[in-house]
């Protein structure tokens, strides 16, 4: 009786086991062992690191690192162009137009003026012609700037850049249909022949012919040969009465 018990008990055991290795290999096919048991005809691999190998040892390369196919570069970012860079357009000199510097006088003065140191072979070192303004009229001139500015159209000097000087040469252009008489006067009786502080002129002379009206203080030799060149260039009949008058009169 006992050996048909224990007979029971071994084959319930077997069914259970058996069952339960149905179940399991159910759950997951990979297991079974029609899978496992077989090997198919495709080649099994193995990873190692970064690199895979079949089973006899062979690299199998990256299909992504095929050198027939070309390289994918990632997008470079976009340039954007540069700012053209402006530049401030130049002046265009018209042509025949010539630079005139505001502190030169009128292209006639000065010719004027220039011919008449040559005439009269003035002795002064460093001679220069400079424009007289209404800032320096009565330095220069004996006028009141207001004077100046209301009679005067054109005016010039001609005195030596060495310092302290004795010589002055001035021109005036008086506008037309002012009284070229009264300026005359007004320069003749104005005018500073200590000027220079440190010097003085010899003398002082005062001279018109037509609108044009010179002014001399000089040494007397000076005064005698611009008045000579003066009357020369316009002729003796065109030149107005002689004013002069000696340093300290």
């Given at each position: 009786m006992k050996?048909?018990?224990?007979?029971?008990l071994a084959?319930?055991?077997?069914?259970?086991?058996?069952?339960?290795?149905?179940?399991?290999?159910?759950e997951n096919p990979s297991l079974s062992g029609e899978v496992s048991g077989e090997?198919?005809?495709?080649?099994?691999?193995?990873v190692s690191?970064?690199?895979?190998?079949?089973?006899?040892?062979?690299?199998?390369?990256?299909?992504?690192?095929?050198?027939d196919e070309p390289a994918v570069m990632p997008d470079?970012?976009?340039?954007?162009?540069?700012?053209?860079?402006?530049?401030?357009?130049?002046?265009?000199?018209?042509?025949?137009?010539?630079?005139?510097d505001p502190m030169m006088t009128s292209t006639a003065m000065k010719t004027l003026v220039d011919k008449l140191n040559t005439t009269a072979n003035v002795q002064v070192n460093a001679p220069f012609d400079m424009k007289i303004d209404r800032e320096a009229a009565w330095n220069d001139l004996g006028l009141e700037a207001e004077v100046f500015d209301a009679k005067i159209v054109d005016s010039v000097k001609s005195e030596s850049m060495m310092m302290p000087s004795n010589h002055s040469l001035c021109i005036?252009?008086?506008?037309?249909g002012e009284d070229v008489a009264s300026v005359k006067d007004a320069i003749f009786k104005?005018?500073?022949?200590?000027k220079w502080i440190c010097a003085n002129a010899d003398k002082v002379l005062v001279v018109d012919s037509g609108n044009i009206v010179m002014l001399v203080m000089s040494t007397e030799e000076n005064c005698t040969n611009l008045y000579n060149a003066f009357a020369g260039h316009f002729g003796a009949a065109n030149v107005g009465a002689k004013l002069e008058r000696l340093f300290g009169e």
């Open positions: 050996k048909i018990v224990m007979l029971l084959l319930v055991v077997c069914f259970s086991l058996v069952a339960c290795g149905k179940d399991e290999v159910e090997v198919s005809g495709d080649v099994e691999t193995e690191g970064d690199v895979e190998t079949d089973v006899s040892g062979e690299v199998i390369e990256d299909p992504v690192a095929d050198p470079e970012p976009a340039v954007m162009p540069e700012d053209p860079v402006v530049t401030p357009d130049e002046p265009v000199e018209e042509p025949g137009e010539e630079y005139v005036v252009e008086v506008k037309a104005n005018a500073n022949p200590r």
